[in-house]
């Protein structure tokens, strides 16, 4: 189990991050409501934005729990829109993305090979090394790819893929 957010404390330290550190105009707040993290918001292209972000704590021991697993598993409940999960390490950004259907509940497996490098701006790092997920130590989710409008994603627990 790398997070489960049954309780209201689960989701102290997430953080949002819109495109208004760039200029943009998007909105997004993070919560908690019946046992999931809420990440919510407005997604606007005005301005040049076009993106938003929810952002775990830096944790040291993810590298550790996520070393013994193939992937996350992410559970919750999805829009209609595709989400772009991210997973911090010591090298770097690596993504991948994942649709949702509206209002389904899901689970959604994102094994490690999946996963692509990219830079701070997400863009591809082709001469990046592989992931070694014994160096993630945050994980991140993003809405992007010009998806304008509201938006919620509820995401109940992320656990680590079987091998």
């Known amino acids: 189990m790398l997070y489960n957010f049954d309780?209201?404390?689960?989701?102290?330290?997430?953080?949002?991050?819109?495109?208004?550190?760039?200029?943009?105009?998007?909105?997004?707040t993070v919560s908690?409501?019946?046992?999931?993290?809420?990440?919510?918001g407005t997604v606007s292209l005005d301005n040049n934005g076009g993106f938003t972000s929810v952002v775990g704590p830096p944790d040291g021991a993810l590298g550790s729990v996520a070393a013994s697993t193939a992937g996350l598993s992410l559970v919750g409940t999805g829009d209609g829109k595709t989400y772009v999960a991210q997973l911090r390490?010591?090298?770097?950004?690596?993504?991948?993305?994942?649709?949702t259907a509206p209002g389904q509940a899901a689970v959604w497996e994102l094994p490690f090979d999946g996963f692509t490098p990219v830079d701070f701006m997400l863009d591809p790092r082709p001469a990046a090394p592989p992931l070694d997920p014994a160096t993630i130590s945050q994980l991140a989710i993003y809405l992007l790819d010009g998806q304008e409008g509201p938006f919620t994603l509820s995401v109940t627990e992320i656990v680590g893929l079987t091998p």
Request: aromatic share 12%.
């Open 7 to 28: 309780s209201p404390e689960a989701v102290n330290g997430w953080t949002t991050v819109n495109d208004t550190v760039m200029g943009g105009v998007s909105t997004a």
């Open 32 to 40: 908690w409501n019946e046992g999931a993290l809420v990440f919510a």
């Open 89 to 99: 390490t010591t090298s770097g950004g690596f993504i991948q993305r994942f649709a």
